[in-house]
């Protein structure tokens, strides 16, 4: 089960991402012939290794992290049936196994590995894994190749510092939060709260914040809220909670597999003070059966007391309007006119959000004068890839918001909106000043009022056909 994922421009943003696909790139770049290697007793060839190394094991590591189902690091885990194998009956052909897998995901259009913004490999690697491949697989000759590691895997890149020279604030739980020893139970969403030391009267703003991820063999996301009415069943010993939240809660910002640390454009923060509840939830994700796991996750805010000139806050475009058929396909796009209440609102980040059947996702603002601006695109879409991208979009009354979501549903079942994994989403949460505060408010408003209907000369994708998107990712 899994929730809404909600939270500089390249002239007023800077984005810091740690990637689960790659630490140390922001693109995928190739390992070359020689790079770091498995070490140990049952090695890849050095080549093999380096490119699974370079681009996979930041996520696919042994134990695996991020949700990766499966270890990437020796040739006896390339060699396994691939876990999820309906039957479980030993492979009769080389197609049921992992090494066959990561080589049609490494081609796809669709679902590919490893996901945007990072993949594809580039041409030498795939060439490397290619001619693996096409020699049946073989294991390394040598359990040594230069540059050799302990076998254990990249290890996963913390998020980058916040360069941060105002006031810091540490959030986190007062209690670590002991993740249950049963083998049937995979997902749990938990929440604490944290009130800051904030003296009556005074407004503070955050101006940058970054993750503090302590587990991240559980820990699949984790979200950040503020809300002005306190909700008392939060408290700050972590405790399970709603998946969805509250519409109450105002989404400030949120960490998956791909992100790292965010700073607002000068001028630009989100409030709080002495009566604001902070509240943290954290999606724990354990499909492996891992047994004596804590975790003590929470983020660092940068904060200032001067003031600022613009409240920042998030919004989300896109509908909670849909139906996807079984063994179907759905491609949607959906419309909202500017009001007069979002004029002169500008958006400076964005994050799409659709759960595990989803295809593409597209937001683009259309300007009333007949300009188009891009505000944000993930396709193909990838779950275990979710990032904000920066934007730079001034909305004006009279606008149109149109974000387009496309979904292949290869399930016996009909898929609808929710919260869950069987459910799905087609949200942007788009982060923008000044805050909107004309009459009832919710992040989840533009997307309720949105219009849909059904994209114009769009192919529908089929179940398992992929989908071809109009441009390339961002």
Known sequence: MRAPLPPLCTATLTLILASCASSNHAAPVDAGPSGESTAGPDPLPCDVAAVLQANCQSCHQ?????????????????????????????????????????????????????????????????ATLDAWVDAGAPPGTSSSCAGATDGGGVPDANPPALACDLDTTTVAPTSDFAWPDDAGMTDEYVCYSYTAPVPA???????????NIDNHKIVHHVLFFETDSPDPTVTPTPTPCSPGGSLKWRIVYGWAPGGGAMQTPPGVGFPYDATTQLIVQVHYNDIHG?????????????TTDQPVAHDADVMAFGTMDF????????????????????????????????????????????????????MGQNTPWNFNTQIWFPIDATLNEGDVVSTRCAWTNPTDQTVGYGAYTEDEMCYSFTAYYPRVTAGPWSWALPAAQSTCSPTAGAALPTPDAGWSPDGESE
Request: glycine content about 10%; overall charge negative; aromatic content about 4%.
């Open 201 to 211: 009267g005074v407004t503070r703003h955050i101006v940058g914040i970054t993750p």
């Open 290 to 302: 891992y047994t004596d796991q804590t975790d003590h996750t929470g983020f660092s805010m940068c």
């Open 323 to 374: 139906t996807i058929p079984p063994h179907g396909a759905l491609d949607t796009t959906c419309d909202l006119t500017v009001p007069s209440t979002f004029a002169g609102v500008h958006a400076f980040a964005a994050f799409p959000h659709m759960h595990e059947l989803g295809t593409a996702i597209q937001t683009e603002q259309l300007e009333s004068g007949g300009g188009i601006v891009a």
């Open 62 to 126: 042994s134990p695996p992290i991020g949700g990766a189902p499966m270890p990437l690091v020796t040739w006896s885990d390339l060699q396994a049936l691939v876990p999820d194998d309906p039957d479980g009956v030993p492979p009769t052909s080389a197609s049921e196994k992992v090494y066959a897998m990561v080589e049609t995901r490494i081609h796809r259009d669709n679902d590919l590995m490893p996901p945007a913004p990072h993949g594809p490999l580039g041409a030498t690697d795939l």
